[in-house]
């Protein structure tokens, strides 16, 4: 098992241009999750997912959209990249949304915009 | 307000030297859940350990310790005999148990750890 992919690694964007980040995992997971990693802040959830085809906003969820057309893939997009964005995402799932249930992290994305 | 604060921002020990990670944490629920995770160099997120809030027993495996007081609110941390290996930025989080926050994690801001060889 592959656990939790994330693509690309490593993003350089130009203020106004548009992404989309890929994570996929191969858990049968329900729930998947976009964090964004800032110097000093830990992780902050941005958006969520409870299943194929249902999405929510998390904590930061500003500037970014996402979509899960099918379960093992989340996306998150920048429609208009910003400075602001510059930081390292990360994608998690979960079997369920239960408290107890244990995140699986993806290797990140490092996204720098200028 | 922080619902996770891990005060030290950063540590640095000497190799074989104990280390304590703290991690204080708030909640008004009964049922949560508390996490670390290990970050190293390479920056990938590894799942370290879970925690009920019903179970007060500390927990060991290997050189590692976690020590739980719900009276004190905190879930700290132990390194024993600290390795270089072990430099990384180690992260606590809460998950509560109801509510609109179910299954939702809370991180703390994280603790650099460099340990010298």
């Known amino acids: 098992n592959a656990g939790v992919t994330q693509t690309p690694k490593f993003r350089v964007l130009k203020t106004g241009q548009s992404m989309t980040l890929l994570c996929a995992q191969d858990m049968n997971h329900e729930y998947m999750y976009w964090y964004r990693q800032d110097p000093g802040m830990g992780l902050r959830l941005i958006h969520y997912s409870v299943g194929e085809g249902t999405t929510a906003k998390g904590e930061v969820p500003d500037g970014y959209n996402v979509s899960r057309l099918k379960k093992q893939n989340f996306l998150l997009g920048l429609e208009s990249a910003a400075p602001s964005q510059t930081s390292v995402y990360f994608c998690?799932?979960?079997?369920?949304?239960?408290?107890?249930?244990?995140?699986?992290f993806g290797p990140g994305t490092r996204l720098l915009v200028l | 307000a922080q619902k996770v604060t891990q005060a030290q921002t950063e540590i640095s020990v000497v190799e074989k030297e104990d280390v304590t990670l703290d991690c204080v944490y708030e909640?008004?629920?009964?049922?949560?859940?508390l996490f670390w995770y290990k970050q190293p160099p390479s920056g990938e997120l590894v799942f370290l350990i879970r925690r009920n809030s019903f179970d007060e027993q500390n927990e060991i495996s290997g050189r590692y310790s976690w020590n739980f007081q719900k009276s004190t609110s905190s879930f700290n941390f132990t390194i024993t005999a600290s390795q270089v290996v072990d430099s990384a930025v180690y992260f606590c989080a809460l998950s509560e148990g109801r509510g609109s926050t179910l299954g939702r994690l809370y991180f703390g801001r994280g603790t650099q750890l460099t340990v010298w060889p």
């Open positions: 909640t008004r629920d009964t049922t949560y859940y």
């Open positions: 998690a799932s979960s079997y369920s949304s239960l408290a107890q249930e244990t995140q699986y």
